[in-house]
């Protein structure tokens, strides 16, 4: 069973409000993916991390989320102003690595924006 | 750029009826296939995974089998149980990290009828 954590399990934010959550990987592992799971339970990647590093990320995260990986403290994904269409269940899973390492995933963080 | 396809969004069967639910992709290089299942309010999990062409892989009484020849990974099952019901993605990686994250499908909701 996996062992991603990922706090809080559910967030309800105002338009333009920060929304903020925290994921704990897998012990040992280095790669961090952040996806955003919308209501037709279609995934969209946000970024991932190799250790403290950002290793892709889309234009839209870019743009408006703040993400970060510090050595020893949880991962977290922010969103900086809130809108209705980021209303989804953000998922983050770990890896040993990319390419053929599977994907292990938390429980998410279901963002309702009012 | 890779793709993954799952061309059915519902499936519906009676308990102890066969199924298998379609997956093809396309990519340029060589592929590493899952398939990911999601139980209502819990967290995705690895079901299968191959990168082997014409090779078999199984897990929990469902397999599938890669084949590159006409890109596809169908997922497969001879006897569903109530207990099958849930969401299933197929996703794709690659073996030359030309993208770092894995790509998902749009999922195939299972839904077992008594």
């Known amino acids: 069973n996996s062992k991603v954590i990922q706090t809080p399990r559910y967030l309800v934010k105002g338009q333009g409000q920060k929304a903020k959550m925290r994921c704990i990987p897998e012990k040992g592992h280095p790669v961090v993916f952040w996806y955003q799971q919308n209501k037709n339970n279609e995934f969209k990647f946000l970024i991932n991390?190799?250790?403290?590093?950002?290793?892709?990320q889309i234009d839209m995260t870019e743009k408006r989320f703040s993400a970060e990986c510090p050595s020893n403290s949880p991962c977290s994904l922010e969103i900086q102003s809130s809108e209705a269409g980021d209303s989804a269940l953000y998922l983050c899973?770990?890896?040993?690595?990319?390419?053929?390492?599977?994907?292990?995933f938390g429980p998410g963080t279901r963002l309702t924006v009012l | 750029g890779d793709s993954v396809t799952q061309t059915e969004g519902l499936v519906t069967l009676t308990k102890g009826l066969p199924v298998m639910l379609n997956c093809t992709y396309q990519t340029t290089y060589s592929p590493f296939l899952f398939w990911y299942v999601q139980h209502l309010n819990e967290a995705p999990k690895l079901l299968l995974k191959s990168s082997t062409d014409n090779k078999r892989t199984e897990h929990q009484g469902f397999y599938a089998t890669l084949h590159k020849s006409s890109s596809s990974f169908h997922l497969q099952k001879s006897s569903v149980q109530l207990s099958d019901s849930a969401l299933y993605f197929c996703?794709?990686?690659?073996?030359?990290?030309?993208?770092?994250?894995?790509?998902f499908g749009t999922g195939t909701k299972l839904q077992v009828v008594p």
């Open positions: 899973a770990s890896s040993l690595g990319t390419g053929g390492y599977e994907q292990y």
């Open positions: 991390f190799q250790n403290q590093e950002v290793l892709q």
């Open positions: 996703a794709l990686s690659d073996r030359t990290n030309s993208g770092t994250y894995q790509r």
